[in-house]
Nanobody, 121 residues
Framework: QVPVVESGGGSVQAGGSLRLSCVAS???????MSWHRQVLGKEREFVSG???????SYADSVKGRFTISQDDAKNTVYLQMNGLKPEDTALYFC????????????????WGQGTQVTVSS
């Protein structure tokens, strides 16, 4: 199992910004890393993802407001969230897919524990 650790959540007012971080601890790089969010009682939904070569994708609800990026090591991704809205309030999870460590490739998906984002109106 790939240890995935998220950080950067918090409480902000509408219009504010937060930057989430996610690291696949101890791994050199991952083929794909993505952010998802979940509100209690609802299904988890895709927010944004980035491939090892830098291809990005976004949910329509966050396009133009959120930006995903990764560091050169390809084992850490960031989600810059601007123009936050109350409907962005959720527990944000990071998922890794296909990570490499010490020459061994781990093809499975792994999830972090989540970081809470709360946006007040």
């Amino acid at each position: 199992q790939v240890p995935v650790v998220e950080s950067g959540g918090g409480s902000v007012q509408a219009g504010g910004s937060l930057r989430l971080s996610c690291v696949a601890s101890g791994y050199i790089q991952c083929n794909y890393m993505s952010w998802h969010r979940q509100v209690l009682g609802k299904e988890r939904e895709f927010v944004s993802g980035i491939s090892r070569v830098g291809s990005t994708s976004y949910a329509d609800s966050v396009k133009g407001r959120f930006t995903i990026s990764q560091d050169d090591a390809k084992n850490t991704v960031y989600l810059q969230m601007n123009g936050l809205k109350p409907e962005d309030t959720a527990l944000y999870f990071c998922k890794t897919t296909g990570c490499e460590r010490d020459g061994v490739f781990y093809p499975q998906e792994d999830w972090g524990q989540g970081t809470q984002v709360t946006v007040s109106s």
